[in-house]
């Protein structure tokens, strides 16, 4: 089931968010002036997702470059994270379908406020 879930999630990553939003908006707003770094996020390692971002993006920093562990990089996603994690888990899923379900519906209703604590928290 964890194989499956992190497919779904690597597709969906690599398919809609770099290629469809991410990736062109880049693109328009920086030129080839931007640096790409992700964190250790199974989806942000999948092959797949390596080898798109190596071809799209002229300064990609590879995961083998990564620092391997480095929690201060982006607060705002340990933050964001932890709340998408309390409300989904808050009850049992029974299948894959109703998991992605919950993820979604918990991603779509974290509002701005919570954002807004995330940046916050951030060291001066």
């Not at 968010?17 to 062109?24: A, F, W």
Request: proline content about 6%; glycine content about 0%; charged content about 25%.
């Amino acid at each position: 089931m964890y194989n499956i879930l992190l497919t779904y999630f690597s597709y969906y990553y690599r398919e809609v968010l770099l290629k469809e939003k991410l990736l062109p908006c880049i693109k328009e707003i920086s030129s080839d002036n931007f640096i790409f770094q992700q964190d250790s996020a199974p989806a942000h390692r999948a092959r797949d997702t390596i080898a798109l971002l190596s071809r799209e993006m002229p300064d990609f920093i590879s995961p083998d470059q990564w620092p391997p562990n480095s929690p201060d990089m982006n607060p705002v996603d340990y933050k964001i994270w932890a709340v998408m994690q309390q409300r989904v888990y808050e009850k049992r899923a029974n299948d894959v379908d109703e998991l992605c379900q919950r993820l979604l519906s918990v991603w779509h209703s974290i509002g701005q406020n919570v954002i807004d604590e995330a940046i916050d928290q951030w060291r001066a």
